[in-house]
Structures are given as structure tokens and as C-alpha cells.
């Protein structure tokens, strides 16, 4: 089967992925109630009951809102770093102990024949992370929530089929916002959030050949525009790499999930 994953939903009010190569299906992050969890993966055939494993990027709020009680009502493993639980702990719940995993940054998961790999990212979090997903040839990397795109995680996620990459603000646009200036000032530092443009200049820095699709993700709803985001990053791959023109750029929502999109191996496109 390959991966295949979909974009249950993303933005500033809460985030979560499901990625699935047909042996395991794997949720990263629970930015939602329970409830609505439930009505999100409905909308992919996707019942919580199937999932395996639940992968934490990080103890915002955003991220895991929903993680303790999903997590108890299904009875499913949650994996995060160290200093990631002791912010955990605090935050949701009780979780019984065999279903409290650590993974520490670096560290490599394998599901059959998927391995899921974690790496360190920017952000103002006790110990964020990315994933990257791997089966043969494969690879999906998810990326939110970083002030800035170190030479490090270019390194991890160059090379994916797809992306989902954080283009959270349109830098005019928060500038002027109603936000306090000590909150933009956190946004736009070194361990805040990927403006429009910078993930731009990014993906230019980390895509290749195989880079087919590129999933604009955790937009701000008031400091942001769906076609202000694509805009601007395909402004800047069409000036830096005009020849790239297998790349789609797609949309994710705060209110709904994206289809499923499905890798595809170098045998599959002949």
C-alpha cells in the first residue's frame, strides 16, 4: 500500500495528522476534543479504535487538547520525549503506564514495514519535534511550529515526497495585527512560528525531483490568508526553482480534514 496520510485539520485552534501504510495508523498530535476528534477522522473512515500509536510534537495547547481523554477511551500509546511528559503529566491526565511510551529526539520508531523518526525543531516548547515517515523509498515529513528552519532540519526533511510545513503569517499582516507587540515579537523570534515567506525560501532549500506535494499548514486566522500563503510560496519557488513543476502546493483547514493523499514510488509514476 504505501503511506498515505491526511491533514485531519490545522491552524492556530488545534492540530492533528493521521498516517496510515495499511499495517499501522499513526495520529500526530490531538489539538481537539475527543469528540471532535472522533468527527474529524470520521470524515476519512478513520475510526480512534484503529489507531496504533499517538506521536506529541509538543505540550501546546493546540496540539494536545484532546490527547488524555482520547487516549483513555481507546487505550492508545502515546509517544513524546522526556521533558515533553513532565510537561504532559501536568496537563492531561492520568495515562496507564504501559501506554505512556517515551521517544526520545532522534530516536526511531518502526510500525511493519514504517518507521517513524522524531528530530529536534525551534520552538518556545520544552522540547519540540518534527517526524519524519519512511517505507522503502518513501518519506512524509511534518514540520510545524518552528521560529526558524535550521540547516539541521533541512537536512532531516529534504528529499520528502510531501510536506506538511507551517506557513503560519503573512509578516505585514501581523505587524499591524491587534496582537499585543510582546505576543508578535514571540511569533516572529527565533522560537516562534514559519512566516509565509520564510517557509518559502525553505522548501526551495529541501525539495527535489521526488517533492510532489507540499501541505500549507497551521495558518493563523487572524494574521494569515489560505491564498496569501500560497501566493507567496509559489512566488518564491517560481523565482528560485522555476523547473520544479511536479510540485503542487496544498491547502489544509482549521474546520475539516484534507482528502487522503497517498506517496507514490518512482514504479508507480512510469
Known amino acids: 500500500m504505501g503511506i498515505r496520510f491526511t491533514v485531519l485539520s490545522s491552524g492556530s485552534t488545534g492540530n492533528a495528522t493521521v498516517v496510515d501504510n495499511g ?12 469528540k471532535r476528534m472522533e468527527q474529524l477522522m470520521k470524515e476519512r473512515d478513520l475510526a480512534p479504535s484503529s489507531l496504533d500509536a499517538i506521536v506529541v510534537t509538543h505540550e501546546h495547547s493546540d496540539h494536545i487538547k484532546g490527547l488524555g481523554p482520547l487516549a483513555r477511551k481507546y487505550n492508545l500509546p502515546i509517544y513524546a520525549n522526556e521533558k515533553t511528559w513532565e510537561e504532559l503529566n501536568r496537563q492531561i491526565g492520568e495515562i496507564a503506564d504501559e501506554n505512556k511510551r517515551v521517544l526520545e529526539t532522534g530516536g526511531m520508531l518502526e510500525f511493519g514495514a514504517m518507521r ?8 518556545d516548547a520544552a ?13 512524509l515529513s511534518v514540520v510545524t511550529d518552528l521560529g526558524y528552519m535550521s540547516e539541521k532540519v ?4 529534504t528529499d520528502s515526497d510531501a510536506l506538511v510545513l507551517e506557513t503560519n503569517h503573512d509578516v505585514d499582516m501581523l505587524r499591524v495585527g491587534h496582537y499585543p507587540w510582546s505576543i508578535k515579537r ?3 523570534g527565533d522560537k ?23 501541505y500549507m499548514a497551521h495558518l493563523s486566522r487572524d494574521h494569515n490568508l489560505m491564498d496569501l500563503a500560497r501566493l507567496t510560496v509559489n512566488n518564491i519557488v517560481q523565482e528560485r526553482a522555476p523547473e520544479a513543476t511536479q510540485l503542487r502546493l496544498r491547502d489544509t483547514y482549521f474546520d475539516r480534514s484534507t482528502k487522503w493523499d497517498v506517496l507514490q514510488s518512482d ?3 512510469e
Open 23 to 34: 499495517e499501522a495508523k499513526i495520529l500526530i498530535d490531538v489539538g481537539f476534543s475527543a
Open 116 to 123: 517513524v523518526e522524531s528530530f529536534g525543531i525551534s520552538h
Open 267 to 269: 514504479s508507480d509514476s
Open 154 to 157: 533541512k537536512e532531516k526533511i
Open 127 to 139: 522540547e519540540p519535534v518534527g517526524y519524519c515517515f519512511y517505507e522503502g523509498e518513501q518519506k
Open 186 to 188: 514571540r511569533i516572529l
Open 192 to 214: 516562534g512560528h514559519l512566516s509565509n515567506e520564510t517557509a518559502g525560501e525553505a522548501l526551495c532549500d529541501v525539495m527535489t525531483s521526488k517533492t510532489r506535494s507540499v
